[in-house]
């Protein structure tokens, strides 16, 4: 071979190497590269910003969090301490010299409070806690921090065991309750006990409990002479039962004075007190025991007089409310569309959008989250995703976004994350419109055929949006465009629209989900012959719903779901949420009203290759749910797998290698009936 011609054929292949680089696809194992910003917190001069940075942790299988600190320009950007332990929770002090947080080992030891001092760069422990704090909050004043913590209270024992041998080994003592809520998904069984608001002094010492009646206190804010706080609570006998219900409360700083501040059928919560200390501005509504109520912002005088609705116009839930420092108007969260926003509105109402994009804290599938913060001059701090990316950090200033991080620059700089849309179309039911969203795999061709994979969302009350999904980027990397739509029932499109589904669900869900498969097919892209459906808890139901209905699909992957609202409703953690609410009334006064939308009813006519999958310790769908589907295709010899996944809550997939197990579990299924 002539040498000019070797020349060019090693040009081409360093070519043809270098592109194949460049568009390599998001393999399992970039999970565990995966980082990501939280609850960032800007100065109140609005200089520096503090933020959580949450990495993957491949040998513990895990995450780990650690402080970080910038100035708001982006420069100086560097770990805030040495501590190799979690850190959460920081909160700037007043005069913006000092930040609180949380640090703990892991190792479920207990939590303590920490001081960072800005000038000097120490920092310190101020603590000796028996429990774990949270929600800390600086007195205006600069001289103690509030914050909850749980307060255990004796076992409940009816009988008295007898005395045992010396070293003899008998088996545990019983546990016993008597409460209406005893368990909760994620953690386990609850030991007995109620959270309370205590405080600290900033330069250290015995914490102080402030409250002390036996009710879970929540989110507080001080009052503007540090004497004092307002917080969230349900101090009525029947607090247990009356589970939807809260008020406002205020007391003083030494336990006295304890006023209720609200009284409706309804939660009040969220409370934010002004700058001024004239007003405190919370969320809540009107309790009309409905499947979905969107959460209103109100004020009131600090006396709790002079109650109003800020009517925003949005009918959106508002969340995360924050005054600006003139005490003119606040700060909020809200989805619309799939999308969460932050706004500002003025105390009359009027309302702009000032920050499109913020989330990207789930690592799993698309769903909102994220969090913001507000400087004295009104600069806007918050986590920032996009379909492309986690949650990185950006301001918002004199109406200008500015990215200060791209934490995963180095791991998808290289990456073909295909590309992700929304689509629009219209339900068959009436007319409505519904919002889906597509995402196309690498090298997409439109001249192609792609086997389709349909992602049903759980809640039903949440929204998958345009948003940082490992789950989805795994499946479209696989070969195929996956569709995920938000059908009725789907929250950030309004109260009317999210409360369809009320005593009617499954219902016309599943016709706005298979018409959406239909406008799919009318691409033009999608091989009508290679359709999958797939989705986890009320995406679970879903599944199982669909594949009840239709013989359409050639494979399905029903995840963590509720196939008999009967055993569902008495057996979960949240067992006494459903009555009235969800459907009328308790399964054994309306029992076919709970049959007839479960989907184990239609298992006789399921003809679809099934797997099954949940989580061994799920309290919310337990194993049991998932058995009902499995046992039922076994015996009519429907093809069928069933998956556990050892040591999982109902979040299937909180540790990495729990995320990616079940999607190469989902993927080698689908992959198998796939017609290539």
């Known amino acids: 071979m002539k040498m000019k011609n070797l020349k060019i054929l090693v040009f081409a292949l360093f070519i043809l190497s270098n592109s194949v680089h460049a568009q390599s696809k998001f393999e399992n194992l970039d999970v565990f590269e995966l980082q990501y910003v939280r609850d960032p917190q800007v100065s109140p001069d609005g200089n520096k910003i ?15 969090s650690s402080l970080w600190i910038m100035n708001s320009d982006g420069t100086n950007h560097q770990k805030l301490t040495s501590l190799v332990k979690n850190e959460s929770n920081p909160r700037w002090s007043p005069d913006g010299k000092r930040i609180s947080f949380i640090s703990n080992s892991g190792d479920g030891n207990g939590s303590e409070i920490f001081i960072y001092w800005i000038d000097s760069k120490q920092y310190s422990s101020i603590s000796q806690l028996d429990g774990s704090p949270r929600s800390l909050n600086w007195s205006p004043d600069g001289r ?36 209406l809520k005893h368990e909760s998904d994620g953690s386990g069984y609850m030991r007995e006990g109620f959270s309370h608001i205590f405080y600290i002094s900033s330069e250290g010492g015995k914490p102080t409990q402030v409250t002390r009646e036996n009710y ?36 003083n700083i030494d336990g006295s004075n304890l006023k209720t501040l609200t009284d409706r059928n309804g939660p009040d919560r969220g409370a934010a007190i002004s700058p001024d200390g004239k007003k405190i501005a919370y969320l809540g509504y009107d309790d009309k025991v409905q499947t979905y109520q969107t959460s209103r912002l109100y004020v009131m005088d600090i006396d709790g007089r002079n109650k109003s609705e800020i ?23 809200y989805d619309n569309e799939g999308n969460t926003k932050v706004a500002y509105t003025s105390l009359n109402g009027k309302t702009i959008k000032l920050v499109d994009n913020v989330g990207g804290t789930t690592i799993g599938r698309p769903y909102g989250g994220g969090s913001y913060s507000v400087s004295k001059h009104n600069q806007i701090v918050y986590t920032m995703t996009s379909p492309y990316n986690p949650a990185d950090l950006v301001i918002y200033s004199n109406g200008k976004n500015t990215r200060l991080t791209d934490l995963n620059y180095d791991l998808l700089k290289g990456k073909d994350l295909g590309v992700i849309n929304d689509i629009w179309y219209e339900s068959s039911v009436d007319g409505r419109k519904i919002q889906g969203w597509i995402a196309k795999p690498p090298g997409f061709d439109p001249n192609k055929k792609y086997p389709l994979i349909v992602e049903n969302h759980g809640g039903p009350i949440s929204n998958y949006g345009d948003r940082f999904s490992p789950e989805i980027l795994l499946y479209s990397s696989a070969g195929y465009v996956v569709f995920y739509p938000n059908p009725r029932g789907s929250t950030s499109y309004g109260e009317e629209f999210g409360n369809l589904l009320y005593r009617d669900y499954p219902g016309d869900d599943y016709h706005d989900v298979m018409d959406g498969v239909d406008k799919m097919i009318d691409q033009g892209y999608i091989d009508e012959n290679n359709l999958f459906v797939t989705g986890g808890s009320a995406g679970g139901i879903m599944t199982a719903w669909i594949i009840g209905k239709n013989n359409r699909f050639k494979a399905s992957a029903v995840i963590k779901p509720v196939m008999n609202w009967i055993s569902k409703t008495l057996v979960a953690d949240n067992y006494f949420g459903y009555a009235h609410s969800r459907y009328d009334g308790q399964p054994w006064e309306n029992f076919n009203h709970y049959w007839s939308f479960s989907p184990i009813s239609l298992v006789g006519n399921i003809e679809t290759p099934t797997m099954v999958m949940v989580g061994l310790n799920d309290l919310r769908t337990p194993p049991s749910e998932a058995k009902q589907l499995y046992h039922a295709l076994k015996l009519r010899k429907i093809e069928t797998i069933y998956v ?16 990616i197990t079940k999607i190469d579990h989902i993927l080698y299924w689908f992959n198998k009936y796939r017609n290539k």
């Open 644 to 659: 556990e996944i050892p040591g999982a809550y109902h979040n299937i997939s909180n540790k990495p290698s729990q995320l």
């Open 50 to 64: 503090v933020y959580i940075r949450t990495k993957m942790d491949i040998m513990k299988d895990g995450k780990s």
């Open 216 to 251: 879970n206190h929540r989110a507080f804010d001080w009052k503007s002479d540090s004497k004092g706080f307002v917080f969230s609570s349900n101090y009525t006998d029947e607090w247990e039962y009356d589970f939807r219900n809260s008020e406002l409360y205020s007391i």
């Open 144 to 179: 103690n921090i509030g914050f909850l913590m749980f307060l255990p209270e004796k076992a409940l024992q009816i009988v008295t065991a007898p005395r045992k041998p010396k070293n003899a080994k008998w088996a545990d003592k019983p546990r016993i309750t008597d409460r």
């Open 311 to 333: 009517k925003t116009n949005l009918d959106r839930s508002i969340a995360s409310i924050k005054w600006s420092s003139d005490n003119k108007g606040l700060y909020f969260m």
